[in-house]
């Protein structure tokens, strides 16, 4: 059965570094991706980001210079790193993943909500 | 980028009634479109890959078509669980894109 779950800080102060973390089960991630998407309150969905099967990563042009997705496959785990984090980034954040042919995401978190506040 | 234009924002509809969203791309995406649906819980699932193609366990009231830019999910005879907000996404190129989402609500 395929699970993915998010996990880190609820609570994060402006300016400081986010990190979150997804932890998967019933699917190898070098087989397939593995994409972040966030909601802030009360809006739709944003595209954040992906590490690929391959390990190569994408990311949203508005948050490239702040961000990094990586992984570790032992612990099937997948890693997001937002720094300099404003009020904006206050969000849901949803690790997803991608079927490998058609690009669909046909599995989601239950989503990691993220507060940025002093 | 590419930007993903969803209309309308928000759908007044009865139950039975059939009804279409659309999704605009800001040029051809070559039918890399798929379709999602958030509950108001906050879970959300996909309905549509590549256009027009079914997600497995979604019912058959649901169809998506399209080709270029334009693109269309429809619901032939709404059910209760329908109400809900549905998301477009293009995969034809990074970054990907959602659109704006479209609430579909109970008149």
């Known amino acids: 059965q395929v699970q993915l779950k998010e996990s880190g800080p609820g609570l994060v102060q402006p300016s400081q570094t986010l990190s979150l973390t997804c932890t998967v089960s019933?699917?190898?991630?070098?087989?397939?991706?593995v994409h972040w998407v966030r909601q802030p309150p009360g809006k739709g969905l944003e595209w954040v980001g992906a590490?690929?099967?391959?390990?190569?990563?994408d990311y949203n042009s508005a948050l490239k210079s702040r961000l990094s997705i990586s992984r570790d496959t032992s612990k099937s785990q997948v890693f997001l790193k937002m720094n300099s984090l404003q009020t904006e980034d206050t969000a849901i954040y949803f690790c997803?993943?991608?079927?490998?042919?058609?690009?669909?995401?046909?599995?989601w978190g239950q989503g990691a909500s993220v507060t940025v506040s002093s | 980028d590419i930007q993903m234009t969803q209309t309308p924002s928000s759908m007044p509809a009865s139950l039975g009634e059939r009804v279409t969203i659309s999704c605009r791309a800001s040029q051809g995406i070559s039918n890399y479109l798929n379709w999602y649906q958030q509950k108001p819980d906050g879970t959300i699932k996909p309905l549509i890959y590549y256009t027009s193609n079914l997600q497995s366990g979604v019912p058959s009231r649901f169809s998506g078509s399209g080709s270029g830019t334009d693109y269309s999910l429809t619901i032939s005879s709404l059910e209760p669980e329908d109400f809900a907000m549905y998301y477009c996404?293009?995969?034809?190129?990074?970054?990907?894109?959602f659109g704006g989402g479209t609430k579909l609500e109970l008149k």
């Open positions: 019933g699917f190898s991630l070098t087989s397939n991706s």
């Open positions: 996404q293009q995969y034809d190129s990074s970054p990907w894109t």
């Open positions: 590490i690929w099967s391959g390990g190569s990563t």
């Open positions: 997803t993943k991608v079927q490998p042919y058609y690009y669909v995401m046909d599995a």
